[in-house]
Structures are given as C-alpha cells and as structure tokens.
C-alpha cells in the first residue's frame, strides 16, 4: 500500500497561515494530540462495552516522549487506531466546510483558539511546532493493516504501509527549529501539568524510580531498593468528578492545597453537581480575602471534560465571584473557547446564574446553621458579599437575608435586624430613616462620641467597597438615607422638630459671624450659626454629604461627569453653635483681639479633632494655646 494525495483543502497556502497564526499559544498542541488519544482510547471501551469490539481492551494509556537526537516527540495511545482509510476521512479532509470560510474568517478571529475551535484544527495544531508529521496506526477493526501518514505541512501527504504492531496511534512530531524549547523534559513537564494534570486516563511521562523497602540486611536495618515505574502526570479521578457524599473535609482540603500550595486554608467550599440545563461540575473554595480586589484574580480553573482550558473565567463566573478559587468543568463549554464565543454563548449565561444562586444558597445555609460561625467569617467574606450584593441583581435579592451591618461597637446585624434597632431614635420629622456611618473611626471620633450622645448608632463603613456598598443600601432600603456622621452636626444629622431654641437676637447673630469670619483666613470655609444643644461644641467642621460623595467618586474615577466634582476644591462648613457658653463670652468682651483669638481657638480645636490642623496652622495653634494658659 502506497499512496500519494493531496489534503482536501482548495488553498494551497493555508498551513503556513496556521502556522503562522497560531504561533502566539503554540504550546496547545500537546493539549490538543494528548486530548485526541485520550478521545481514542475511551472510544475503544465504548465500543467494548456496546459490543462492537470484542478484543482485549486493556488498561488505557497514553504516552508523551521525546528523543533530543532525533528532534521528535511522540504522543502514543492504546486507543481505537485508525484504517489508512480513516485517516483518509479524518485526518485528510480538514473538518471545516472549506477554506474560502476558513480563510474569510481566520481574519476577524481574535486568537488561535478561535480558529481551532470553529474548524476542528486540533489535529493540525502539531504543525504549529512541527516541520513534518508522522502517524503510525493500528486500527481495532478486524483483519486491520498498520497505517503510516507523513506530512511536511504542505498540502501533501503520503499514506503507506506502518509498523505498528499493537493497537493504538503514534503521533511523531518532528520539531521544527524554531520550537526546540519543547525537547526539553521541564517545559514539557510544565505544559503537561498545566493541560493534563486532571485527565481521565492515565498520562505517563518518562519514568521513576522510588525506593522502597526491601527487608533488612545482615545488622538488621531496614534495606531499600529502587523500583522503576511509570511517571504517571496525572490525577484520573479528581474530587469534582467524585459525588460529594465519598467526599470528606480533608479531601476538599488536600486538593485545595495542590491546587493553590502556599495559600491558607479555604474558609469553605461549595461542590458544584448539575446535568440538566446544562452540565457542570466543580468545586468553588472561599479563600481567605485580604482587602485587595486583584491580587487572587484568576484562580479559578475551567476543564472541558477534565481538560484544562483556561483560568480566565470572567464571562462564566459573576464578576463579584471571581476572587473565589477551584475548578469547574463542563462539557458544554468547548475545549478550545474563545471570548467572543463565552460572551454569546447561552449555556455561559446559564452557568454564570446557577453559580450565583449556589453561592447565595451556600452562604444562606451558613448563616442560618450557625450565625455565630458566619459572623466570625464576615471580615473575609464580607467583602464578596457586599461585592455581590452591590453588583448582582440576583444575587442582591437572596443577599438581603445575610449580608450584615457592623457598628462601631463591633455588634453585627441583618439589614432587618438593623431597621428594628435604629428605627425609634433615627427617624426624622418626616418619617424618613437616617442610618450613620463612620469610614474613619479614629478621625471622625468627636463626631461619633456627639452621635453617641444623642442615642445615635453609627455603622462601621471602612472597606474598599463601602463606598458603593452606602449608595446601594440607599437604593435598595425603603425611605432610608445614609449620612456618614461627620456630615452635620449631631443635632442636624436627623432633623428632628425639637431643635433647641436660639439664645441670641439676630443682631447679636450677624455680630457672632462677623467675629468668625475675619477670624478664620482659610478659604472655602464657610461659616454658619446653628442653635445646637448647649453641650455640643462650640465650634465643628463639616462637609456636606453629597458633595463629599461626588467628590469621593470623582477620586475613584467614576464615570458620568463626576470628573466635574473633582474639580471643586474640598469645602467645609464652619457650624457654629450660638447656644454655647463661649459665644456669650464673645459678645460679653469688648475687645476685638480676645475676640479673634476666641474664635481661631475654637476653630482650631474643632480642625484638630477632625486631623485637619497642620503644619505652619498647627504650631501657630500650640502657640496661641500656651499664651492663653
Ligand atoms: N490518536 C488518535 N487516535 C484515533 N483517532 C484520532 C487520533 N487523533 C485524531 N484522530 C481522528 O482524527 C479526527 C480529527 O482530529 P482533530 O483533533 O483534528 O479534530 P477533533 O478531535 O475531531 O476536534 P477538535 O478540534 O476538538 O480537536 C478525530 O476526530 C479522530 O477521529
């Protein structure tokens, strides 16, 4: 048997064009020709067990070789084999409709993933790092002939009579020069550990020697020999594939310290199991969150029937989920995806919601099993709940159950929970529920020591997503405002009808602010007087709080014109409180100086609670403190 031809394909030039193309991820060919003898070797035990081959099946194996000297690596199988004239089927006739598609589309494909995966180029990816291509063949079938193809990645081949003497295929790669870095025994290794680590057959990569006990010599220590065995790369069995009653909390443990070796132990974990839409499998980890967003980015891995795919996960998992860490396979995600296929892909949508309903479902379990474990939780996974809760509508939904509020006092409540707490003191004259918050306990204590006073609770609003975490309760709550509590004076916070009465005649007023205004050269400071309770203080500095709002959004880049904000310089309001004993001390003095240094003092004091005294103002003020003492 010896036969010459050409591939089917109309277009002289394509190979190089593959090549070419595809060169960016070339090290996918091993994924690709490992997954094809893993494919071939199930095949045959299908057919076993359908009965259609009644043959010895064996234990499946694939293997991965190279030979430095002769510039090749081997991918073997004990699979089904190939006919010369399969090979003629399958391997000749480039699974694509025809190359016009191929060549109109290879233009507008994003990576080489794309093109593999539209026109089923697994095979031809070997010629990505192969100047020529060698299968030797045996089918299964009956009365079957060893098959030999060579092809030098032109459009010809030759199919002649092969040597192989068992069933199975060999895929010999000869390297070609530019792809020598993969006649190496780590970088294989390395690309193998990567694709094939999780495979469902076993995979075996050279040798290894163990020693082990071999009884004992003539002292009677124990004695060790070394035994030679297959490297096998792979674990075939990995938990995912395993249902979750085998599985108990250290093998959830153990695999999440393979996967990921230097980091900590999960929190928990949720073992995801559906076949109906679509079918998934996996196992999600809650890592311990530290308050950075991307440092333990993609972590989660995607399989395609235990095949690695990616760890780019972003379209199949919510956004808010991916600092989560494990495995999902699915073999309803193709091997080789690409994102503009994940981003219009149904099932992806599919996936992407039952995940986000079984995290809220886990978290809900936990928090009703056993809150007091839940809340000791809270500061790790806090910050994906919030996250979820603030970007997912779904997810929101459920979240309003579990999601808690913390205050300064450290006690932590369910929003419900909270409304009960706060609800008689925080209500102001029209009915409307004001909830404080703090972002800086230490800063802004004199603000929540006057809050305190006043019977006010104030929340703990101090993580990275707190910002939008305030915004979004505001929308979500009904008739609910939030104030971060150095936004007013306390008296103000929650405007309530029984404001203490003012002292002063209005032309003792204007006088008061008179004295301020010149006393206070800071610009955008703006000076008003308030009838405060007597035992507020004198003086406080506050700024407004949508004005703070804007302008913290406009600093965190916020689109929609907030850049407009950001322009503004910071502006304050100067409350003073004509009710204060010190206001009358101002009026009763007739002299201008002691005036002015009452007022600046005041100011001063109000400043250096808040942080906001330094500097050149700051000696001036220890100075003016020691004159008045
Ligand atoms: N090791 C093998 N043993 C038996 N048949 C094989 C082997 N490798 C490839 N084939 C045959 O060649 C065909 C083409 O392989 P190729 O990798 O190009 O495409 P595919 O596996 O069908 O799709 P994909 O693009 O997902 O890899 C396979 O479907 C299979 O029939």
Redesign the pocket.
């Known amino acids: 048997m010896q036969e010459k031809g050409t591939i089917s394909i109309h277009t002289e030039n394509i190979f190089p064009i593959i090549k070419k193309f595809l060169y960016s991820d070339n090290e996918i060919f091993l994924r690709?020709?490992v997954?094809?003898?893993v494919?071939?070797t199930q095949?045959i035990k299908r057919l076993a067990s359908l009965g259609q081959y009644n043959g010895e099946v064996g234990e499946p194996l694939v293997e991965v070789s190279f030979d430095e000297t002769a510039k090749t690596i081997t991918?073997s199988?004990n699979?089904?084999?190939?006919t010369a004239d399969?090979i003629k089927k399958?391997?000749n006739q480039?699974?694509f409709s025809g190359a016009t598609e191929f060549m109109e589309k290879f233009k507008e494909a994003n990576d080489a993933n794309e093109i593999?995966?539209r026109?089923?180029?697994?095979?031809?990816?070997a010629f990505m790092v192969a100047d020529q291509v060698e299968?030797q063949?045996l089918s299964y079938q009956d009365g079957a002939e060893p098959a030999r193809w060579i092809c030098d990645g032109s459009t010809e081949f030759e199919i002649s009579e092969g040597s192989r003497t068992t069933r199975?295929?060999d895929?010999i790669l000869h390297v070609n020069a530019e792809s020598e870095e993969f006649l190496d025994k780590s970088r294989l290794q390395q690309i193998l550990d990567k694709y094939a680590k999780f495979l469902p057959v076993p995979i075996k990569f050279g040798e290894r020697t163990d020693s082990v006990p071999d009884g004992e010599d003539e002292e009677g220590k124990p004695k060790y020999m070394d035994v030679q065995s297959d490297n096998i790369i792979n674990e075939t069995n990995p938990i995912w594939t395993k249902a979750p009653s085998e599985l108990k909390d250290e093998d959830y443990l153990s695999f999440y310290k393979e996967l990921y070796p230097f980091s900590e132990d999960p929190l928990f974990w949720i073992h995801l199991n559906v076949d109906y839409p679509f079918n998934l499998t996996g196992v999600l980890y809650f890592p311990k969150v530290k308050n950075d967003f991307d440092f333990q980015r993609n972590k989660i891995k995607l399989f395609s029937r235990q095949v690695f795919i990616t760890d780019e996960v972003k379209d199949i998992v919510p956004e808010f989920l991916m600092l989560l860490h494990g495995v999902i396979d699915s073999p309803d995600i193709?091997?080789?995806v690409s994102r503009s296929f994940l981003q219009a892909d149904s099932n992806v949508k599919k996936i992407n919601t039952y995940i986000t309903r079984k995290v809220a479902d886990k978290l809900n379990d936990l928090f009703k099993a056993d809150r007091k474990a839940y809340e000791e939780k809270w500061n790790d996974i806090g910050l994906f709940v919030k996250y979820g809760y603030v970007s997912d509508e779904k997810f929101s939904e459920k979240a309003k159950d579990f999601v808690l509020l913390t205050n300064t006092a450290k006690e932590t409540f369910t929003l419900n929970e909270y409304k009960e707490k706060v609800e008689p003191v925080q209500t102001d004259k029209d009915g409307q529920l004001v909830y404080i918050y703090t972002n800086d306990p230490d800063k802004q204590d004199t603000f929540i020591q006057s809050a305190g006073k006043k019977g006010y609770d104030v929340l703990l609003m101090n993580s990275p997503i707190d910002n939008h975490f305030v915004s979004h309760l505001e929308q979500k709550l009904e008739k609910t405002s939030l104030k971060r509590v150095d936004a007013d004076v306390a008296d103000k916070l929650i405007k309530k009808d029984d404001a203490p009465a003012t002292v002063l005649t209005d032309e003792q007023v204007t006088q008061v602010k008179a004295v301020f205004e010149k006393a206070i050269t800071k610009p955008n400071y703006k000076v008003e007087l308030e009838s405060l309770n007597p035992e507020e203080l004198p003086v406080t500095v506050t700024m407004d709080e949508f004005m703070r709002r804007m302008k913290d959004m406009a600093a965190m880049g916020g689109g929609g014109g907030m850049g407009f904000y950001g322009n503004f310089p910071d502006s304050y309001k100067v409350v003073v409180n004509g009710n204060h004993k010190l206001i009358t001390r101002i009026l009763e003095t007739g002299d201008e100086a002691t005036q002015s240094q009452l007022a600046k003092q005041a100011f001063d004091l109000a400043l250096l609670s808040q942080g906001l005294l330094t500097g050149a103002e700051l000696t001036e003020f220890v100075n003016r403190s020691v004159n008045l003492i």
């Open positions: 690709e020709l997954s094809n003898a494919d071939a095949k991918i199988d699979g089904l084999g190939m399969e399958y391997i480039i699974a593999i995966g026109f089923g180029l697994g095979f031809y990816s299968i063949t199975g295929t895929i193709p091997l080789n």
